[in-house]
């Protein structure tokens, strides 16, 4: 499993360019949270943690869903 770090650069599975913001928790739940931002257009996303180190299903083959650059 990756570290998961504020300031590092990831690229999405699609091809996007994500830049960590912070660390968070659900203000509810208490869920860790990502806080993170598209490099290109400036978006700024929350995505649950146990997420960021899911693989996914692209055309048969298990990726990470964000892979650490």
Sequence with gaps: MQKITPGRIYRHYKGNLYKIIALAKHSETGEDMIVYQNTEKGDIWVRPAYMWNE??????????????L
């Design 55 to 68: 693989s996914v299903n692209v055309d048969g083959k298990n990726v990470l869903r964000f892979q650490a």
